[in-house]
T-cell receptor, first 107, second 123 residues
Framework: DIQMTQSPSSLSASVGDRVTITCRAS??????LNWYQQKPGKAPKLLIY???SLQSGVPSRFSGSGSGTDFTLTISSLQPEDFATYYC?????????FGQGTRLEIK | EVQLVESGGGLVQPGRSLRLSCTAS????????MSWVRQAPGKGLEWVGF????????????AASVKGRFTISRDDSKSIAYLQMNSLKTEDTAVYYC????FGRGSYYFDYWGQGTLVTVSS
């Protein structure tokens, strides 16, 4: 199975900050990497698919990059509604594993 | 508007069975793969499995933790995906989400999610 490791596990930041979350795969997954946002008590929401494609309706302050084993999710200027937990997920092979999550909190 | 509504969750004893349903609307159900993802209380997301569209054979794939116990099926005439869960264990306790899984840029991803249904396995 491909293991997905996110860092950091938690992060404190302020509104307006630029934030980067990283995700590392235990083997190459090409660009088959997706990012989701989840708020407490809610279903996850797709932000980025195929490493860098912005899902329709997602603000352009979110961006994704990377290929192979190393990927990043960047929020260019944090907004109050962005405080949530973020998950990466590989869609290269079964099982379609998720990272453990990164909790983004208000500083 | 795409909508996915899960139903069928509840309290069940270990070893028993439960069937979840995911009723879809707002899109051509038969054109898409469908997937199930679960989240144990206070934990992260765990992929359970998915079923491809009939155009791609309608085949299924599962996580090792549920393979042989869980079965995903679909009824395209009713726009419903099912998750049949047998031989339930306490560690299957989770919120179960149904997701739409389009195939794009060479792979599947999960673009719409239901609100989730809670399954509690306990004696």
């Amino acid at each position: 199975d491909i293991q997905m490791t996110q860092s950091p596990s938690s992060l404190s930041a302020s509104v307006g900050d630029r934030v980067t979350i990283t995700c590392r795969a235990s083997q190459s997954i090409s660009s088959y990497l997706n990012w989701y946002q989840q708020k407490p008590g809610k279903a996850p929401k797709l932000l980025i698919y195929a490493a860098s494609s912005l899902q329709s309706g997602v603000p352009s302050r979110f961006s994704g990059s990377g290929s192979g084993t190393d990927f990043t999710l960047t929020i260019s200027s944090l907004q109050p509604e962005d405080f949530a937990t973020y998950y990466c997920q590989q869609s290269y092979s079964t099982p379609r594993t998720f990272g453990q999550g990164t909790r983004l909190e208000i500083k | 508007e795409v909508q996915l509504v899960e139903s069928g969750g509840g309290l069940v004893q270990p070893g028993r069975s439960l069937r979840l349903s995911c009723t879809a609307s707002g899109f051509t159900f038969g054109d898409y793969a469908m997937s199930w993802v679960r989240q144990a209380p206070g934990k992260g997301l765990e992929w359970v499995g998915f079923i491809r569209s009939k155009a791609y054979g309608g085949t299924t794939e599962y996580a090792a933790s549920v393979k042989g116990r869980f079965t995903i099926s679909r009824d395209d005439s009713k726009s419903i995906a099912y998750l049949q869960m047998n031989s339930l264990k306490t560690e299957d306790t989770a919120v179960y989400y149904c997701t739409r899984a389009p195939f794009g840029r060479g792979s599947y991803y999960f673009d719409y999610w239901g609100q989730g249904t809670l399954v509690t396995v306990s004696s």
